[in-house]
């Protein structure tokens, strides 16, 4: 009898141990499953999009951008220009994108653009955001032809977009590279970043990210500063920022970081605090940007329309 009870002891211990092991793993599942199914396009606009003028701004097949001019615009129109997310190893302009702002935008009389750069591991994130700024050069170097506004320029960026986009509008290097500087950026939309301090995310950040982060910055700290836009945040930046987030909170926490660094440096920040959590919200957030009944589409044409009017 003692041989049978301790028989059934060490089975359950070895049945709650393997249960124990399967739990992270049966949760990582399901949080894999949640994200891909928030990242299922939702239905668009009623109306589509019309064809986009497809640029290259470099030699690299993936420096590519499309462009959506407005409708019923002046002959100079404010510009809009989106880098997309993707844990800068994946992702497009075609897939990782809202399907309302080449609608939305045009239609609110800007100029709407959304870029493809290089990706990890194949490209670093230095060159992430060079290709950033010289895609911007090469809108502004056309703005004549296509009718842009060269002084009236922002850039937005959702996920590894906004903080790329962040790390443009705050290290004038990238700029400068491309023969631009922050006087050729009128604002910057950071939306639902949450590596503005690579350092900090890295270590306090989600566990599922940690292998992306490793991939995307390496383990070198002065290089992860470098790459911070929270740490390159002291004056100049670009002259003014909108921070977009949802109640993720190391998206929160990070956009609240930089917020204050760059109010600090004496730079104009304004945020968007977004209903919506976990990778749902996070990818809602970009999906419904356009949207006329998503609340962050409203936010972002009233500080576009205040930035503009200057």
Sequence with gaps: MKKIALLALAGAALTAGAMAEAA???RLRERIAEWRKARAQPSGPAVAAPAPITLAYGTDPLQQLDLWRPVNAPSKAPLVLFVHGGGWQRGSKDNAGSRWAPVHFPQAGYAY???NYRLVPQASVEQQAEDAARALRALLDRADELGIDRSRAVLMGHSAGAHLVALVGTDERYLKAAGLGFA????VIPNDGAAYDVPAQMRDGPAIMQQTYAQAFGSDP???RALSPTHQAAAPNAPAFLLLH????????Q?????KALSAAGTQVEYGSLPGEGLRGHAEINRQLGNPDYAATGLVDAWLKRLFAR
């Design 222 to 224: 002065a290089r992860q």
């Design 113 to 115: 653009a959304a870029i």
């Design 24 to 26: 992270p793993r049966e």
């Design 255 to 259: 956009a609240q970081a930089l917020g």
């Design 246 to 253: 949802v109640q993720r909170p190391d998206g929160v926490r």
């Design 184 to 187: 050729d950026v009128a604002g």
